[in-house]
C-alpha cells in the first residue's frame, strides 16, 4: 500500500511569509508525527497526534507554528511569518496506534527561507 | 525523565568489517526500543525494534541489536560492513504510548 507521503517535497519561501507543508499518513494509522531536522542535526520533535487531538505539542518552537489534523488523516503543519533559523527540513511519521509501534516516514519537506 | 543517548557521532569502518553503532537508554518505564537509518536525501526507514520479546532482535540487510536491560543498551551491529550501509543511524526509544525519543544519529562511513 501506499506509504507517507508530504507535499511539496521543496518549498522556497521570503522571510516573513506563511507556509503550509501537507502530510498524508498510512490509512489506517491513527498517531502522527511532525519532526525537524536542521542540516547536521538529529530529529527535533514537533507535535504529535492521536486521532484529529494533539496531546504532546511540546516541541512546537514558538507560536508561530501551528498544526492540525482533519478527519483522522491528513494533518498540515503552518509556520506564519517565516524566519530563517526556520529552514530543515521537516518530516512526517505515522504510526498503527501509539509510540510503542514503529514509526513510518515520509520523504520531508525541504523548506528554505531567503 | 526518559532519553536516549547515542555515544558516537561518527563511526568510520573498512568495508566487510564489523560495524557496532551504540545507543543507551534511560527510563523508568520497560522501553521500546528502534532503530531507523537514514540515507542521504531521503526519509527514516525502520531497521529492527525491540518490544519485550526476544532481547536479540533482527533486521534487515543484515543488522541485529541486543537488548541488555542491566547496561540499559541497544546497540547496532553488523557482522561485516558493505558500502551501501553508509548512511546515518538512529536510536530511538518510547517508554510510554505517547512520545518517541530520538537519539542525535550516528553517520556510518565506510571506507572501501
Redesign the interface.
Known sequence: GAGVSQSPSNKVTEKGKDVELRCDPISGHTALYWYRQSLGQGLEFLIYFQGNSAPDKSGLPSDRFSAERTGGSVSTLTIQRTQQEDSAVYLCASSFSSAAYEQYFGPGTRLTVT | AQSVTQLDSHVSVSEGTPVLLRCNYSSSYSP?L?W?VQHPN?????LL?Y?SAATLVKGINGFEAEFKKSETSFHLTKPSAHMSDAAEY?C?F?G??????????TKLQVIP
Open positions: 521500546s528502534f531507523y531521503k526519509g527514516l526507514q525502520l525494534k518490544t538512529f530511538a518510547s510510554g504510548y505517547q512520545k518517541v525519543t530520538f537519539g542525535t544519529g
